[in-house]
C-alpha cells in the first residue's frame, strides 16, 4: 500500500485560504498531503482514533512551503486529519 491524503473542504479565512482533509499512511511512516493550496504557509496534523500514539506525527517541511505539497512523518498505518492554510 502507500501513503494517500484526501482534501475535505476548502473555505476562505480572511485574505487566505483553508484546506483540511484526511491521509492515511497504510504501511509506511512518511508521505505527501496535497493541499490543493499555492504556497502553504501554516499546517497541522492529528492522529484519528481513541489509541494513544507513542511518537507524535510531524511536518517535516519548514514554512512556509512553495507548492501544495507538506511533507509528514507519522507512526507505521497511521491516519489523520490535517488542516492547512495558505493562498
Known amino acids: 500500500m502507500?501513503?494517500?491524503s484526501t482534501i475535505a473542504g476548502r473555505t476562505i479565512l480572511g485574505n487566505k485560504r483553508l484546506h483540511f482533509g484526511t491521509f492515511n499512511a497504510a504501511s509506511v511512516t512518511t508521505g505527501d498531503i496535497e493541499t490543493g493550496l499555492i504556497t502553504v504557509e501554516s499546517a497541522m496534523i492529528t492522529h484519528k482514533g481513541s489509541a494513544v500514539e507513542t511518537d507524535v506525527g510531524t511536518?517535516?517541511?519548514t514554512l512556509p512551503?512553495?507548492?501544495n505539497e507538506i511533507t509528514i512523518k507519522v507512526n507505521d498505518s497511521d491516519t489523520g486529519y490535517w488542516l492547512a492554510i495558505g493562498h
Do not use: E, L, R
Open 59 to 61: 511536518i517535516t517541511d
Open 65 to 67: 512551503v512553495a507548492g
Open 2 to 4: 502507500a501513503f494517500s
